[in-house]
Nanobody, 126 residues
Framework: QVQLVESGGGSVQAGGSLRLSCAASGISIRGVCMGWFRQAPGKEREGIGTIYSSDRTIYADSVKGRFTISRDNAKNTLYLEMNSLKPEDTAMYYC????????????????????WGQGTQVTVSS
């Protein structure tokens, strides 16, 4: 059974930092396309970034230069380092993994992932 479990969310003041983790079980994340998404109340799910099988990353303009995606294959864990947080970053954050094909989505907004985590809440106060 495949599980993705996010952690590391919480409340932080604007300008602060958080690091989210996405621990995978049932699959190896090595070389797997993975993404981070977020959804604020009343808004559609938004793609934040994608890490390709080559470990190349792409980001949404809204987080570029502030957020960094990485993975630790030994720990089978995906990370989202978030710096210079803004109130508009407040949302539920989700990780996702794509294992059903060998090529990765070309857009961070693509939701063609077959495994999703349950999410972790991030709240940024002004």
């Amino acid at each position: 059974q495949v599980q993705l479990v996010e952690s590391g969310g919480g409340s932080v003041q604007a300008g602060g930092s958080l690091r989210l983790s996405c621990a995978a079980s049932g699959i190896s994340i090595r070389g797997v396309c993975m993404g981070w998404f977020r959804q604020a109340p009343g808004k559609e799910r938004e793609g934040i970034g994608t890490i390709y099988s080559s470990d190349r990353t792409i980001y949404a303009d809204s987080v570029k230069g502030r957020f960094t995606i990485s993975r630790d294959n030994a720990k089978n864990t995906l990370y989202l380092e978030m710096n210079s947080l803004k109130p508009e970053d407040t949302a539920m954050y989700y990780c996702a993994a794509q294992t059903f094909r060998t090529y990765c989505p070309t857009s961070v907004q693509s939701t063609t992932y077959n495994y999703w985590g349950q999410g972790t809440q991030v709240t940024v106060s002004s």
